[in-house]
């Protein structure tokens, strides 16, 4: 049985993931997590935005990718995905004033694909 401050770590809001920066596999900083996708009938994580490019959020590029792609990294204290930002921008992606498009079950067909991930619906 867990103790109750080892259960504590299991879990985390999502306004500690959102901000949070996102590495390549070569610890570079390839973005931030700009928000993340539940799955409203299952509650389950689904997708993170991640935000990449741009400055103080004008011209950024966004990126949803599948939530299991990304592993949290205690050293760098963030996340990490296994790719660089190199080829992150070959993922599909979407403009910061187009945020419905993550929502778009083609896009996310897209994504999904690329990502060779099973979708989750």
């Known amino acids: 049985m867990l103790l109750q401050e080892e259960q504590n770590q299991l879990v985390i809001g999502s306004d500690r993931v959102d901000g949070t920066t996102v590495f390549g596999i070569d610890k570079d900083k390839i973005g931030k997590v700009d928000k993340l996708l539940i799955d409203k009938r299952r509650g389950n994580v689904t997708d993170v935005i991640i935000s990449a490019g741009g400055f103080l959020g004008i011209g950024d590029e966004k ?9 949290y990294d205690t050293e760098l204290g963030g996340y ?11 993922a599909p992606r979407f403009r910061g004033d187009d ?9 996310q067909t897209t994504v999904y694909d690329f990502w060779t991930v099973a979708p989750y619906w």
């Open 63 to 71: 990126h949803s990718i599948p939530w299991s792609k990304l592993d």
């Open 80 to 90: 990490r995905i296994d790719v660089t930002k190199e080829q992150l921008m070959d």
């Open 99 to 107: 945020p419905d498009r993550a929502f778009d079950r083609t896009y």
